[in-house]
């Protein structure tokens, strides 16, 4: 049960946040951190010691004894070397120490780390600095601290690096922007993310049981239950006991660890959840959905139940993803993606939504990319998730906004109010004028924008990263236009026209999931990526390219890097999901199709020797049918291992990569429907693996 009255005490216990700075540290040190966390000012190393050695006492304090530096490499989730606060000092005693050195640099083993060819196996020296943006936490008996990790010659290696070079350069060109309406204050631009992350919960005998859950996360085969989502009663239903105390269990935890953790529902497929935290700086926001997917993992196992992060664990059921919902604001909470109340309100908020228009549209590529992986290549495209095409949903009244502003036209409101469409003299803008698009991939729903491409099992760090590079170049672009402007309001004004008529294409309210959408998308000259291999070699475009290196987001030794990178996870991904599917068909489904046919065979001897005139129809379709789909099951494991072997044989990522989706994925699905179709003739006793049925409807 929670303790309603104990939450406030809990929250943030176990971060070293400002409130226990403050409390522990003298006023001049504190001063001096908070400048650094502000503004990017550098910390001396005298201070370092300082808050080392309040920090350490606060976690020694707290049950303490280890400290590590928390990084994410590019593995989609987190690393650890654990040291311990024991420091010798003669005599057979210690004492528990920790320096200012320790806390600002640490020396992880890098060999084992993906690099895309950075750097050779045998480099191993790899480095982690301390990110003071980002609290320290305590974690299983650990000081956790975060950190970024590069390579021994500097190169990132993680996703924490790039996000926080991405955030200095959207800083840097919307105080630009900002200084043009008369805002000369604003001493910090940040980024702000709420990640709703989805997830399944199923028991863990039922998973133990499953080898392509244990070694891949999703089912390799599986024949569709009787009942499935359609009735829709699972979505927002009342949450089960035994997912209600995983649940409560998974709050408290991470409420101490200062996350923000809200909203908490069933969704729509069965056995699926949600969690929704409230909205923080992009950089804590990555680093707490981080720590999110950690928990619940390891809290759903306290509980004999198994956290399935798999974007589509499940086949012809809703698959997970996240909800990436991403805005602009000042140091002091003010949302740049908030449509005002007056005219030069208004104005500003064009101008920022015209820069968030123009950069989705000219890196749509770049968007898709930061949503691929091999198991995101199952979701997008479905019934439940948005199309892998991109596209801005508005709602009809900022569209109309926005297209009587490029015509020059006077807006008519919902009220039948009309207003003069010019910079200066902008309508006040409503929020919340029309319906949500679940079926857009970038939805603005307010004052923020929702992507909602994500999947579930991947670090938010990309999208973000993208996303913040993107608009910073728009911003550039503005504020190299405007500045020095003798006609400031005639100049905003062209330049507001001339972003809606060139990016207008982007725009679309309708249904993304009709077969008229994906036409219309083509006409209007949209990409339509629908896989990881497809999106790839975008990403090495000499555009995007000059966009990451201009603002010092990337080098371009790093963007070749996660290209590689990206190709690799996607065929060792499939390539696992094949040997495993091999496996499973020969000790397993082919034998049970053996031992139910020699049933069935003696069934049919049996009847016939009490009785020749005994009709055995039923027996021989059922040997006939089941001695098809086995005949089917063996030519398709051959195919699979022939294109195994020679898949071996191609060097290049990509030709590689390609190979796994034309051939051996292909194959992998033809098997499949075969074994899925005999799972649904075998009798229950024969069949290892537990259905569909069982796994969903597993936890009650």
């Known amino acids: 049960m929670k303790d309603m009255n104990d939450i406030p005490t809990l929250f943030g216990s176990k971060v070293f946040n400002e409130i226990t700075m403050k409390a522990r540290m003298p006023q001049e040190i504190y001063r001096s951190l908070k400048q650094t966390i502000t503004t990017g000012k550098p910390l001396d190393i005298n ?15 707290n049950g303490a004894t280890h400290f590590t530096h928390w990084f994410q490499p590019m593995t989609s989730m987190t690393a650890e070397k654990h040291d311990s606060f024991i420091t010798p000092i003669g005599g057979g005693s210690i004492i528990m120490e920790f320096s200012g050195k320790e806390l600002v640099k640490g020396e992880p083993d890098a060999s084992s780390f993906p690099s895309g060819g950075i750097r ?4 191993a020296r790899g480095y982690t600095a301390w990110d003071p943006t980002s609290y320290a936490f305590i974690k299983d008996r650990t000081l956790c601290i975060p950190t970024a990790f590069c390579s021994y010659s500097g190169e990132a290696l993680d996703q924490k690096t790039p996000l926080l070079r991405s955030m200095e350069a959207i800083d840097i060109q919307a105080k630009r922007i900002l200084a043009l309406f008369g805002n000369t204050e604003v001493q910090r631009i940040t980024t702000t993310v709420g990640a709703e992350q989805e997830y399944f919960l199923i028991d863990k005998d039922v998973y133990n049981r499953r080898p392509d859950l244990i070694y891949c996360g999703r089912t390799l ?32 935890e991470l409420w101490k660890l200062g996350v923000l953790a809200k909203t908490e529902h069933n969704e729509a497929a069965p056995a699926q959840h949600e969690l929704a935290p409230i909205f923080t700086t992009t950089n804590i926001a990555v680093d707490n959905n981080q720590l999110i997917m ?86 997008l495209g479905a019934n439940e998730a948005p199309p892998a095409i991109i596209s801005i949903f508005l709602g009809d009244e900022l569209y109309d906004i926005l297209m ?23 309508p006040a803008i409503p929020r919340d004028t029309t319906d949500r698009n679940r079926t857009s991939p970038f939805a603005f729903t307010g004052n923020k924008f929702e992507f909602r491409m994500l999947g579930s099992s991947i670090s938010i760090a990309m999208a973000n990263v993208v996303l913040n590079t993107a608009v910073a170049e728009s911003l550039r672009q503005f504020a190299d236009a405007l500045e020095g402007s003798e006609d400031f309001t005639g100049d905003l004004n062209r330049l507001v026209v001339s972003v809606i008529t060139a990016h207008k294409r982007i725009l679309f309210n309708g249904d993304g999931y009709s077969d008229e959408w994906v036409a219309e998308a ?55 999901e094949a040997l495993t599917m091999i496996d499973m068909v020969k000790k397993s489904v082919i034998p049970a199709a053996i031992r139910y046919q020699k049933d069935i065979a ?33 030519e398709n494991i051959q195919i699979l291992e022939k294109h195994i072997i020679n898949v071996k044989e191609l060097t290049d990522n990509l030709e590689t990569a390609k190979y796994y989706r034309e051939k051996i994925f292909l194959a992998m699905v033809n098997l499949r429907c075969a074994v899925d179709e005999l799972e649904t003739m075998v009798g229950s006793q024969y069949w290892e693996f537990p259905t569909y049925s069982e796994i969903l409807y597993s936890v009650k």
């Open 602 to 634: 003696e069934t049919a001897a049996s009847k016939m020797a009490v009785s020749p005139d005994l009709s055995i129809e039923l027996e021989k379709s059922l040997l006939e049918n089941i001695s098809n789909l086995n005949l089917q099951i063996s």
């Open 221 to 252: 085969f599986g024949a569709r239950p009787p009942k499935g989502q359609e009735l829709n009663d699972h979505y927002f239903g009342a949450i089960k006991p035994r997912v209600s105390a995983f649940m409560d269990d998974l709050d408290k």
């Open 47 to 61: 201070i370092a010691n300082v808050v080392a050695t309040a920090m350490k006492d606060w976690a020694v304090e």
């Open 294 to 379: 950690e928990l619940m993992k390891t809290i759903a196992a306290k509980h004999d139940l198994i956290c399935l992060l798999h974007e589509k664990p499940f086949a012809g059921v809703n698959g997970s993803g996240k909800h990436n919902n991403w805005a602009i604001s000042t140091e002091d909470g003010l949302n740049l993606l908030e449509p005002g109340k007056t005219p030069s309100q208004n104005a500003q908020f064009i101008l920022f939504l015209c820069a968030v228009i123009k950069a989705v549209d000219e890196h749509q590529d770049l968007l898709r990319i930061s949503a691929a992986s091999a198991g995101n290549d199952h979701r």
């Open 522 to 576: 083509e006409k209007r000259g949209l990409l339509n990526l629908k896989t990881t291999v497809d999106a790839a070699p975008y990403f090495i475009s000499d555009k995007n390219i000059e966009l990451f290196t201009r603002h010092g987001v990337f080098t371009e030794n790093e963007i070749y890097s996660r290209y590689e990178i990206l190709l690799e996870n996607y065929c060792k991904t499939i390539h696992i």
């Open 404 to 426: 009587d502003i490029e015509q020059g036209n006077v807006h008519t409101d919902k009220q039948k109010t009309g207003m003069e469409i010019g910079t200066a003299v902008l």
């Open 120 to 123: 050779a196996t045998f480099e």
